[in-house]
């Protein structure tokens, strides 16, 4: 240790409560609390994640196969939970049953609502449905130009297999529209696409 540290570490020792010296602390404090913030953060991502997705898997098989064997009932109580806790998934397969009143009072207004939930995660079964509730009228003011776009975004997302019929969906609400209407939807579509929405 040099002399002329040795003098200053020795003369900042012997001044305990200058203001420099409280902040220097609260700074070292704030920066540890970060730290542990930090490390509870990542551990929650590292394992948290896994307990989670673990639960969406769950309910997000076990809701459409009680649906598929016709227990709508059961299909209801495996889903809602997921879908109250956000997974974009439960909450369109949910969605549509309350559509369609399988194994819930017909919803229209709450499908609607469940599917642009999901939809806004990037569900492509809710961006699809929510786009034929805008065609509907189902739930939400009929609006063929938020139709377009929901279904736009559905066809753009889609898997490779999957593709083709979600275009067919929005070319048939294209036949309705005027060609602004659909230059439009497509304007509302690359917004949503690129995060400016």
């Known amino acids: 240790m040099t002399i002329a540290f040795k003098a200053f570490?020795?003369?900042r020792t012997q001044l305990?409560?200058?203001p420099f010296e409280r902040a220097c602390s609260a700074i070292l404090n704030l920066i540890a609390a970060r730290s542990t913030l930090?490390?509870?953060l990542f551990a929650v991502l590292v394992f948290?994640?896994?307990t989670m997705r673990a639960a969406f898997a769950g309910a997000s098989t076990r809701g459409p196969a009680a649906y598929s064997r016709g227990d709508y009932s059961r299909a209801v109580r495996e889903l809602a939970p997921a879908a109250s806790r956000g997974n974009p998934r439960a909450q369109g397969q949910l969605g549509f049953m309350y559509e369609n009143g399988?194994?819930?009072p017909q919803n229209f207004?709450?499908?609607a609502d469940l599917y642009?939930?999901?939809a806004v995660q990037g569900d492509v079964f809710a961006q699809s449905r929510l786009g034929l509730s805008y065609d509907k009228g189902h739930g939400v003011p009929k609006n063929v130009i938020l139709s377009y776009k929901w279904l736009d975004l559905a066809a753009a997302k889609a898997s490779e297999r999957e593709r083709d019929y979600y275009r067919r969906l929005r070319d048939a609400v294209a036949s309705k529209m005027t060609s602004d209407q659909i230059v439009e939807g497509?304007?509302?579509a690359l917004i949503w696409a690129t995060g400016g929405w």
């Open 186 to 188: 497509q304007r509302l």
């Open 102 to 104: 399988f194994g819930v």
């Open 16 to 18: 305990p409560s200058i």
């Open 9 to 11: 570490t020795d003369t």
């Open 109 to 111: 207004a709450a499908a």
């Open 38 to 40: 930090l490390a509870i």
């Open 48 to 50: 948290g994640t896994g």
């Open 116 to 118: 642009r939930s999901a």
